[in-house]
């Protein structure tokens, strides 16, 4: 059974400030998934890992993945206000039909 | 709009009933995927439909059932619901090279 884990689970973070969330899953797979979600709101897709090594950087946030170490980073550099929100991974079994997700970062940043 | 349409976005009924929440996918997308999100159970994946055919089953609950129609929307049906059913309820569409969008959720309330 695929498991997702995120760390840490909350963060409490200054503006300006850096920091890492970690996503550690359980089995092989080379698709993972990084979403936001805010209150009561849909899934925002934010990053579409496919491969080793896989980096991608969308503005303040930067997300890695290393399929050898089964661990995906959702780095945040310079973090605003507006970063405030839950941030989730998600890993595909090898089907490609169903997501494991991990149970969500919920970031608070703070002016 | 994320191009995934569900309906309705709220639904409050008693414990015992029975409801439908409908989904379209976005135009090309040939799977429809359904997931729950509770406080206690995080992001679960129920169930897959693929071109009106299942094709991947996750924890859903026998009295939960889906069936995606010849224009691709798809429709899940809780039955004798429970209050612990209370959840958002969003599908998906995509695929695991493209990724996956979510729909904006039904919240359901059993009273």
């Known amino acids: 059974e695929l498991k997702v884990e995120q760390n840490p689970l909350f963060l409490s973070m200054q503006e300006g400030k850096n920091y890492t969330i970690y996503c550690n899953y359980s089995?092989?797979?080379?698709?993972l998934y990084w979403y936001r979600q805010d209150p009561g709101k849909s899934l925002e897709s934010l990053f579409v890992?496919?491969?080793?090594?896989a980096v991608k950087q969308e503005g303040r946030l930067m997300a890695s993945l290393d399929t050898k170490a089964r661990l995906s980073t959702l780095h945040i550099t310079a973090a605003v206000h507006d970063l405030s929100a839950t941030y989730f991974c998600?890993?595909?079994?090898?089907?490609?039909?169903?997501?494991?997700f991990g149970g969500g970062t919920r970031l608070m940043v703070k002016p | 709009d994320s191009g995934v349409t569900q309906t309705p976005k709220h639904l409050i009924t008693a414990t015992g009933q029975r409801v439908t929440l409908r989904c379209s996918p976005r135009s090309g997308d040939l799977s429809v995927y359904w997931y729950q999100q509770s406080l206690d159970q995080g992001l679960q994946f129920l169930i897959q439909?693929?071109?009106?055919?299942?094709?991947a089953k996750g924890n859903i609950l026998e009295r939960f059932s889906a069936q995606q129609f010849p224009d691709l929307h798809s429709e899940l049906n809780l039955s004798s619901l429970e209050l612990g059913d209370s959840a958002l309820y969003f599908c998906?569409?995509?695929?695991?090279?493209?990724?996956?969008?979510f729909g904006s959720g039904t919240r359901l309330t059993v009273v």
């Open positions: 998600a890993v595909v079994n090898n089907a490609g039909n169903m997501l494991t």
């Open positions: 089995t092989t797979s080379d698709r």
């Open positions: 890992l496919l491969s080793n090594g």
């Open positions: 998906a569409s995509g695929t695991a090279n493209y990724g996956y969008t």
């Open positions: 439909y693929y071109n009106g055919e299942e094709r």
